[in-house]
């Protein structure tokens, strides 16, 4: 059974930095790639980054792209989300996804068959 369990969220101020988590169980995790989606209260959920299952390659929303940098262990099978200078706007629930999908576009939410449950960031102005 495939879990994804994030960790993480919490209450910042504005300007703050958060370290999100997210440990994958029941899957070849080297074989997936790896993403964040955020919902913000009251609006659809909306792409954050990928990392591709090469490791390679990363995808960031242009709204944290210089600001958000997301990474894997492959050996802890843990993907992280680095968050720096945060806003208000990013208060959301944030979601880790998996997918074995190849060639698609990674920045759809359709692209992903696992999720986590999501954690609370919220940040204060």
């Known amino acids: 059974q495939v879990q994804l369990v994030e960790s993480g969220g919490g209450l910042v101020q504005a300007g703050g930095s958060l370290r999100l988590s997210c440990v994958a169980s029941g899957l070849t995790f080297s074989s997936y790639t790896m993403a964040w989606f955020r919902q913000p209260p009251g609006k659809e959920r909306e792409f954050v980054a990928a990392?591709?299952?090469?490791?390679?390659?990363?995808l960031y929303a242009e709204s944290v792209k210089g600001r958000f940098t997301i990474s894997r262990d492959n050996a802890k099978n843990t993907v992280l989300l680095q968050m720096n200078s945060l806003k208000p706007e990013d208060t959301a629930v944030y979601y880790c996804a998996a997918t074995l999908s190849r060639g698609t576009n990674y920045r759809t939410s359709d692209a992903y068959r696992k999720w986590g449950q999501g954690t609370q960031v919220t940040v204060s102005s």
């Open positions: 990392i591709l299952w090469s490791g390679g390659s990363t």
